[in-house]
């Protein structure tokens, strides 16, 4: 009896529990959008759980390393204007159709790793997985054909894809690429990668191996294709798992599979260059040609096919030996094919695309990641609220005349102050205050050379201080 009781008044407490529980949760989760949206404060609530972390594939690109990034991304910019590309910036999201068509269908990018999402007028939107499909849709809408070609356009992004997030590897990354319209001949590939190596080399990289591939056209392709198809149907039961999905296809993309077993059995596989047209063939043997002319080093790679669909003749990668297993650093070939297909007029194409997280790691692994944060030219202590004043005027003057110049903006006494500003590197020091002040004067002290003179100035003649300080 008691022990029915007992057992009555357990159901009762915890029914009793579960619905002030429930009540409770509720109350809090209205307060929380309350406060969230009268705070303007992006809490996401997933599972009850309020998530203030970056997202999972996300990464902060903090002060303490994005001078890095701008160098890379300046030079890249400064290598490209010197060949003759011009900017191009296109949308983040496109329709989701212009990837499916640009990218392909069958390619791991659209089937599995695309940022795919319903918009609020029901059409479907994905996030640029890559450069290229936008660009060309860019093209196209914009009648850039009927420009003067080449077309050549370089681009600074960043892209997404559903990946698993490894070293280097991110689910939103950065690429640097370029795109060139209408020039058919191998002379703009020799020119492609001989800009790559110029501006690999311009950050100071020593060892990174480009290696070459010609796909053919998509005819002679098809021959290719169905030749590799018939050698690996005997052997698919072997393959991994995703080669086995893809392998009819797309059999080309069993080439590069990383796995061992799928590199074993391709090993002895029929070679996509004996394959090639004569027209390939002549393309091919005329960029080597051009790549020795210009100096360029390289090796053919017949097992280069690269992830996407599109590419035809000449395709390439740079790899590092550095960078984990995956060791690309830079891919891209030629797309004569690509314009057509996304229905503009049929002009042959070529580009690239660079991952900028993983050739900070190969800068890094060489030892040549330059990372030169911007520091004050000028530190300017002032002694009270008077010469605070003083203060921000003269670094106001000095800006504009190109002297990064910074004072005390958080009421620290002079001794924190100098403190201050020998911790963030300033290169001279000025304090300004008392009888010196009044006089119109101010004295300059290098923190950079210890033994250096102090230099007075009249604060009337800005330009003479901002002439010193520049030098
Ligand atoms: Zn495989």
Not at 71 to 93: A, M, N, S, V
Request: aromatic share 10%.
């Amino acid at each position: 009896m008691i022990f029915c009781r007992l057992t009555l008044f357990v159901v009762c407490l915890y029914f009793v529990c579960s619905r002030l529980r429930d009540k409770i949760t509720e109350l809090l989760y209205n307060f929380k959008d309350r406060f969230a949206l009268s705070y303007g404060l992006k809490l996401y609530n997933h599972g009850g759980v309020m998530k203030n972390t970056a997202a999972k594939g996300t990464q902060d690109i903090l002060p303490e390393i994005s001078s890095a990034w701008e160098h890379i991304e300046d030079k890249f910019r400064e290598i490209c204007q010197l060949y003759g590309y011009e900017e191009i910036r296109t949308p983040t999201f496109e329709h989701t159709e212009v990837f499916a068509r640009g990218v392909g269908e069958t390619s791991d990018v659209v089937q599995k790793e695309m940022y795919t999402f319903e918009d609020k007028g029901n059409r479907s939107i994905t996030l640029r997985p890559e450069g290229t499909a936008g660009i060309v849709r860019s093209f196209i809408e914009n009648g850039m054909n009927s420009l003067a070609f080449p077309v050549k356009l370089f681009y600074e992004i960043t892209a997404f894809r559903y990946e698993n997030v490894q070293k280097g590897r991110y689910r939103e990354f950065h690429q640097l690429g370029v795109e060139a319209f209408g020039a058919e001949g191998p002379f703009i590939d020799a020119e492609m990668l001989a800009m790559l190596q110029h501006f690999f080399k311009a950050l100071g990289l020593k060892q990174i191996n480009l290696e070459i591939n010609s796909l053919g056209t998509l005819e002679s392709r098809a021959v290719y294709r169905e030749t590799l198809l018939g050698y690996l149907r005997p052997h698919k039961n072997e393959l991994c798992e995703d080669c086995q999905a893809r392998m009819e296809e797309n059999p080309l993309r069993v080439l590069d599979c990383k796995n061992d077993h799928c590199h074993e059995i391709t090993k002895s596989a029929p070679l996509i260059l004996d394959y090639l047209d004569e027209e390939s063939e002549a393309h091919f043997n005329k960029l080597q040609e051009l790549l020795d002319n210009l100096g360029v080093e390289y090796k053919v790679n017949p097992k280069i096919v690269r992830g996407l669909d599109y590419y035809s003749k000449t395709v390439f990668e740079f790899i590092s030996e550095n960078v984990g297993t995956q060791g690309t650093i830079c891919g891209g070939g030629r797309y004569d094919g690509l314009i057509k297909l996304m229905g503009g007029q049929d002009t042959p194409g070529i580009g690239f695309a660079l991952g900028e997280e993983r050739l900070l790691l190969e800068l890094e692994a060489q030892g040549v990641l330059r990372n030169d944060r911007p520091v004050a030219d000028v530190f300017i202590a002032s002694l009270d609220d008077e010469a605070l004043e003083a203060a921000q005027k003269l670094s106001q003057e000095l800006r504009y005349l190109g002297i990064r110049a910074q004072y005390e903006l958080t009421g620290r006494s002079l001794k924190a102050q100098m403190k201050y500003a020998g911790k963030q590197g300033a290169k001279n020091l000025i304090v300004l205050g008392g009888d010196e002040l009044s006089e119109g004067k101010a004295a300059v002290r290098s923190l950079v050379e210890k033994d250096k003179a102090e230099h007075e100035f009249d604060l009337d003649h800005v330009e003479v201080l901002a002439d010193y300080l520049k030098n």
